[in-house]
Nanobody, 117 residues
Framework: QVVESGGGSVPPGGSLRLSCAAS????????MGWYRQAPGKQRELVAT?????TIEYADSVKGRFTVSRNAGRVYLQMNSLKHEDTATYYC???????????????WGQGTLVTVPS
């Protein structure tokens, strides 16, 4: 199970922090991170952390967003927000199931971030 929190509306230039917690029969997490989908657009990568500590950012958020991970939680600190950052943000987790040892991909339910123009 993946649960996100922290979305909301913030004026341009403002900041928000998203949180995501993964729970369940998890033996090892390979990847945790964030994707987003704006209205009428495809889902795109925002930032991910690949075990043990490889971080990837979309070019559009470099220098403004910071992703961090602590055990089964991943965070996205978003600063200097722009109108074009408006989207539904989804937490993504890829892990090894502790019972079956299969690789599992899970998406959160999404949290809306709105930055008015």
């Amino acid at each position: 199970q993946v649960v996100e929190s922290g979305g909301g509306s913030v004026p341009p230039g403002g900041s928000l922090r998203l949180s995501c917690a993964a729970s369940g029969d998890i033996q090892m997490i390979h990847i945790m991170g964030w994707y987003r989908q704006a209205p009428g657009k495809q889902r795109e990568l925002v930032a991910t952390v690949t075990n043990p500590a490889t971080i990837e950012y979309a070019d559009s958020v470099k220098g403004r967003f910071t992703v961090s991970r602590n055990a089964g939680r991943v965070y996205l600190q978003m600063n200097s927000l722009k109108h074009e950052d408006t989207a539904t943000y989804y937490c993504y987790v890829e892990y090894v199931d502790a019972m079956t040892f299969r690789h599992i991909e899970v998406w959160g339910q999404g949290t809306l971030v709105t930055v008015p123009s």
